[in-house]
């Protein structure tokens, strides 16, 4: 039986130290300035990608470490820093993630390189699925793809929107329908590669936190892709629709929802996001309290203050926990019977919200104001109860996978 331990081995010890070196000399520094800019801090992703901290070798060790926390690990470290510039620098990811998902090794050879780039000529991706009628609701979407047998050509036509790197990214994933009468199980992605006519990046959002990572529409206008840019290929998505058509025709059982099990795998991740935000905010709210004069004595003398601090780092602690557990469990294979990787992402996002409050509540009126940065720490913890799937999505997710009910 494997020896059980909660403590980083020298090497993780070492790329966790590595990473935070990075976070407090390079990200922070800079940290206000693209907030207020609303820009990619393109020359951040650059140094980043000059010490190998952007590229797709250190993320696919960090993917493949066999304890499964190289990616929290890496996650926390870098939200720590600042969340909207480490947005910038992970978003490629999502894109690179869903074609090691559902590519062959031919695609993942092809398009993974070029959403990195090199060090000299730095690129991003965007995974692009939500739409303005189908953001919870995947199964709305409308963007849809056909497929043009005598070119062998996809088209795309549709609009996509909240798409982290969208109109600005390399290359582009885009989920489309290809069979509307199966649902989301007619779903099928495609790369769009750099320069294909017909996609435009449309409206870009001004935001409330994150500002640093730019988010946009996306307009698909008979846009033609090889038949190469179907991710996993003709073949196996023929296959797959026959055997969704036949369980549609038939009414026969449904087959558990591969999706499903990858979002669980996924979705930690997020919850390390949120914890590095968390902590970030509640050392500030520390030490302000062990500093910060009034009656006469630093405020944390007061139970009031104290307390507080206990419960922000009490919970931040159970919420690292849960996403530990959650990689743990993808990385061994392990089912998540109780939506473990849902409950995670859960607790940490809303543990976020909650600790970024309370550390603008300690530091009073200089929480309030953008001379400290918890006020932009705040504002960033706002989307993690957003995106990869709201609270309330991920609490139907685990009443649905406790309860065996289909709960609406
Ligand atoms: C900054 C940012 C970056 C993003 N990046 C990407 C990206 O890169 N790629 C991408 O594809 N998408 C991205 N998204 C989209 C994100 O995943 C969606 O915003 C999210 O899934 C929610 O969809 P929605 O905004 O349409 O909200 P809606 O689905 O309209 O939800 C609105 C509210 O209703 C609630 N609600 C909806 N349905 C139910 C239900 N059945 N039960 C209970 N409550 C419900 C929700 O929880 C929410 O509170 C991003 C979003 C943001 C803000």
């Avoid at 910038?88 to 074609?99: E, F, K």
């Avoid at 307390?307 to 469990?329: E, G």
Wanted: aromatic share 8%; net charge negative; charged share 25%.
């Amino acid at each position: 039986m494997a020896e059980f331990s909660f403590e980083l081995d020298d090497d993780q010890k070492a790329v966790r130290d590595w990473i935070h070196g990075f976070a407090a000399d390079v990200m922070r520094p800079a940290a206000a300035e693209w907030d207020e800019r609303e820009e990619t801090p393109w020359p951040i992703i650059q140094e980043a990608a000059k010490i190998g901290l952007y590229s797709l070798d250190f993320y696919a060790q960090q993917y493949f470490d066999p304890t499964g926390l190289g990616i929290p690990m890496t996650m926390e470290e870098l939200f720590w820093g600042d969340a909207g510039i480490a947005l910038s620098i992970v978003g490629t990811g999502l894109a690179a993630v869903g074609v090691l998902a559902n590519g062959t090794e031919e695609q993942i050879g092809t398009w993974i390189p070029q959403m990195y780039g090199d060090p000299d000529d730095v690129k991003v991706a965007a995974f692009c699925s939500s739409e303005p009628d189908a953001g919870s609701d995947v199964g709305s979407m409308r963007t849809r793809a056909v497929y043009d047998e005598a070119k062998d050509e996809w088209v795309l036509n549709g609009t996509k929107t909240w798409a982290t790197n969208g109109g600005i990214a390399n290359v582009h994933v885009v989920v489309a329908v290809v069979d509307p009468e199966v649902g989301s199980k007619g779903h099928a992605s495609f790369i769009i590669p750099p320069g294909t006519p017909g996609l435009s990046q449309g409206q870009k959002f001004k935001k409330h936190g994150i500002r640093a990572s730019h988010t946009a529409e996306v307009v698909l206008d008979q846009v033609r892709v090889p038949g190469s840019c179907l991710l996993g290929g003709k073949e196996k998505l023929d296959e797959r629709l026959a055997r969704a058509r036949e369980r549609a025709r038939t009414g026969g059982e449904r087959l558990k929802n591969a999706a499903m099990a990858t979002f669980e795998a996924s979705r930690p991740a997020v919850g390390a996001m949120a914890v590095g935000t968390a902590r970030a905010a509640y050392e500030v709210a520390l030490d302000y309290a062990k500093t910060r004069q009034q009656f006469g004595r630093p405020i944390i003398d007061n139970q009031g203050v104290a307390f507080q601090l206990a419960d922000m780092r009490t919970r931040i602690d159970a919420a690292r926990l849960m996403v530990w557990r959650a990689s743990w469990m993808a990385v061994t294979g392990k089912p998540f019977d109780s939506a473990e990787g849902s409950m995670s992402k859960l607790f940490a996002s809303e543990t976020a919200k909650e600790v970024t409050a309370q550390a603008v509540q300690i530091l009073g009126g200089n929480g309030f104001t953008r001379e400290y940065p918890v006020e932009r720490m705040h504002r960033d913890a706002a989307i993690y109860t957003i995106f990869e799937g709201t609270s309330e999505i991920q609490r139907l997710v685990i009443a649905r996978t406790l309860s065996g009910v289909q709960i609406r």
